[in-house]
């Protein structure tokens, strides 16, 4: 054979009767897809844009029908690389987990676009990857939380670097209702407000109760200063602006109710408790129990029927009552001081604990955004949103009726 002849068998062969059955994938592959990968690296003060793209349009089909040792070696070499092309960045996110994982847990290249296209499309290994980026934005959280996959959405918990926009919270937040571990992962997040976290307290376990009441169990000094002159004019309209009495209602610094004692046949809010130890809890006097330590029967009626005691303990040291008065309250309820064995509740033991730990300003912080948030915003509407167990948007009827939503939709 000619030198022409035979450089002419090994030149290329473009024409449609080449196309037949090909010889397996070798290293003329493996070694064109190092070189190609090798000029997508190159510099951007080194190689025009164009010429990148074009480049990293051949290694897309030359990746295709590849295995895939190969296409995990581009997807590492190319993982670092700020200008990589997105376009293959992408197709390799979306690929099987050995690959994508080098390009979802680190690129930088790709944008908040790409991120969320690539979380519809892929698997929930996928997702887990992408939730433990360095940095992910609110609107990528907002995502990945959609569906609602527990490794995922913890995981996002734990990532400082992730960002949580109010929707993927309170999606969060309804979900754990029935999600314990979401309990203790929200109540540790920046992003977690008082309204979050009081709201989670009535489903949460003894441990994050405690760390619910130590974080959001604050003083209102700053309000009470900023709205103490507020108080006089409210009286002199006559209190007629309701929201403006429940939100006085909430600043204000003393907790039991006078104008309830005033009415009330017991001298003070202990003669009322030492009467129900000795008769047992009615609906009648929880209501006056609750009238005369300041906060409506609908928040009374919550914490009464609390089985774990801390919200007990609250409702007893925000209106100054004593220690001997969880007790008597206990005994009201008809619940057991000791276990079968002799030994102590540990159920009260932990009401005890709580009321030791907290001080008499935190505890009524506590007891009045319950109050607040439990009752300002029941309206005939918010109401039907309860019964129908649908949580209303928050900005049409604010945090208080989401609250009053979650806990009165979750008993039972």
């Known amino acids: 054979m000619s030198a022409n002849a035979q450089r002419q068998s090994e030149a290329l062969d473009l024409t449609e009767e080449a196309s037949g059955e090909l010889p397996p994938f070798g290293k003329v ?31 897309v089909e030359l990746l295709r029908d590849a295995d895939i040792s190969l296409r995990a070696s581009v997807a590492k070499r190319l993982v670092m690389l700020n200008e990589a092309p997105r376009t293959i960045l992408v197709i390799l996110a979306k ?6 994982k080098h390009i979802l847990e680190k690129s930088k290249s790709l944008t908040d ?44 918990l734990k990532n400082k670097g992730a960002h949580f926009s109010e929707t993927a919270l309170q999606r969060i937040l309804t979900v754990s209702r029935s999600h314990q571990p979401y309990v203790g992962l929200l109540a540790k997040r920046d992003e977690t407000r008082p ?54 209602q909430f600043i204000e610094r ?13 001298a003070s809010l202990e003669d009322a408790i030492d009467e129900v130890e000795k008769t047992g809890m009615s609906r009648e006097m929880a209501d006056e129990i609750s009238y005369i330590a300041g906060i409506k029967p609908a928040t009374g009626a919550q914490i009464l029927s609390d089985k774990t005691g801390e919200a007990l303990a609250i409702l007893c040291k925000a209106p ?51 109050n607040w948030s439990l009752t300002s915003s029941l309206t005939p509407e918010v109401i039907q ?23 009165f939709g979750n008993r039972g």
Request: charged residues 25%.
């Open 95 to 100: 690929d099987k987990i050995e690959v994508a």
């Open 385 to 407: 949103y309860i019964k129908r167990g649908v949580v209303p948007r928050e900005e049409e009827f604010g945090a208080a009726a989401i609250t009053a939503a979650l806990v």
């Open 195 to 248: 309204s979050h976290g009081l709201t989670m307290f009535w489903w949460a376990d003894t441990k994050h109760r405690k760390l619910i009441l130590q974080r959001f169990g604050v003083t209102r000094a700053v309000l009470q200063q900023s709205c103490a002159d507020l108080y006089p004019l409210a009286a002199a309209e006559g209190w007629n602006d309701s929201a403006a009495r429940q939100a006085l």
């Open 320 to 370: 100054g009552l004593r220690q001997k008065h969880i007790k008597k309250l206990w005994r009201a309820l008809k619940r057991p001081e000791t276990m079968h064995d002799g030994s102590a509740n540990p159920l009260l033991e932990n009401a005890i604990a709580v009321y030791e730990s907290i001080s008499t300003d935190n505890a009524q912080t506590v007891l009045r955004y319950w």
């Open 29 to 59: 592959r493996r070694a064109l897809a190092k070189r190609l990968s090798d000029v997508i690296c190159i510099p951007a003060s080194q190689l025009p844009p164009q010429e990148r793209h074009m480049a990293g349009d051949v290694l």
């Open 113 to 156: 676009s790409d991120l969320i296209q690539i979380a519809r499309k892929v698997t929930t290994e996928h997702r887990f990857m992408m939730a433990q980026r360095r940095h992910i934005s609110d609107a990528v959280v907002d995502v990945l939380v959609e569906f609602l996959e527990e490794n995922v959405v913890e995981m996002l």
């Open 254 to 266: 003393r907790q039991r109710n006078r104008a309830a004692m005033a009415r009330s046949k017991f």
